[in-house]
């Protein structure tokens, strides 16, 4: 009997949520600290979860244990970043390639290449390294990043596929398309219309997602605020409900 006939695994399937990374934490910061962290406290959080076992999987590893392809890990946990900062690229993609991890980096086409507020965005060359290595999937978090709960689902749409079109554009066809709604912000009817346009994994929630009543459209995340230790994380893991 195949492995996708049998009985669903009731495992749980993180989904960590960082955002910017700075060398020195600054004193104070408009975002209560939810939004930035340290490359030292990152690789703590990657060494932390090796060495407890976990398997840190790509949504690409997610999509082939969903339809069967492949065997689930007894504790799997997907690693993803949001907006799409350089520095993602400048320090936490070295140490993805250290460790051998893979993880997702949702983007803001409008964004890439720029610098905007003195925030510096990937540039397209920064993504098609990383893409190339077969550790980071790029993924769209939108063309414009604004609250799509409060516009027209055909805006939603069309912001999406422009999205993904850009993003083909220049890294070549995504086999597989993940949708993060910026702020998590979204309608039952832009869930619906995405997943009759082609996204096959929706991202809007907080929460942990359970391998036995996976939803593709419906994945959630666990925010990393700055300096969370992995040994927080994984306690939040094992005592968090999905």
């Known amino acids: 009997m195949g492995y996708k ?23 104070s ?26 398997t840190i999987m ?4 997610l999509e082939d244990c969903d339809s069967g ?62 893409q190339n290595s077969g550790l980071v999937e790029i993924c769209s978090h939108s063309k414009k990043h604004v609250f799509y709960n409060k516009l027209l689902v055909r805006e939603l749409r069309d912001d999406v596929t422009e999205s993904y079109q850009v993003i083909e554009e220049h890294l070549g066809k995504q086999e597989l398309k993940v949708f993060a709604y910026p702020y998590g912000a979204y309608t039952k009817e832009a869930v619906r219309t995405l997943k009759n346009n082609g996204i096959d994994f929706q991202v809007y929630d907080l929460g942990i997602n359970n391998f036995k009543d996976l939803d593709r459209n419906f994945i959630k995340r666990i925010n990393i605020p700055c300096e969370m230790t992995g040994k927080e994380i994984i306690d939040e893991i094992e005592n968090g409900t999905s």
């Open 5 to 27: 006939n049998r009985k669903r695994a009731d495992v749980k399937i993180p989904v960590l949520l960082y955002h910017d990374f700075v060398t020195t934490v600054p004193g």
């Open 58 to 61: 790509s949504m690409k590893d």
């Open 69 to 130: 392809k492949a065997e689930l890990p007894s504790k799997p946990i997907i690693i993803t970043f949001d907006d799409g900062y350089y520095s993602n690229y400048e320090y936490i993609y070295p140490i993805l390639k250290e460790y051998n991890v893979k993880a997702s980096i949702f983007i803001v086409t409008d964004k890439i290449g720029k610098e905007i507020d003195g925030i510096k965005y990937l540039g397209w060359e920064e993504c098609l390294e990383m």
């Open 29 to 54: 910061d408009p975002d209560n600290f939810n939004y930035i962290n340290t490359l030292e406290s990152f690789e703590e959080n990657i060494k932390t979860f090796l060495k407890n076992g976990y």
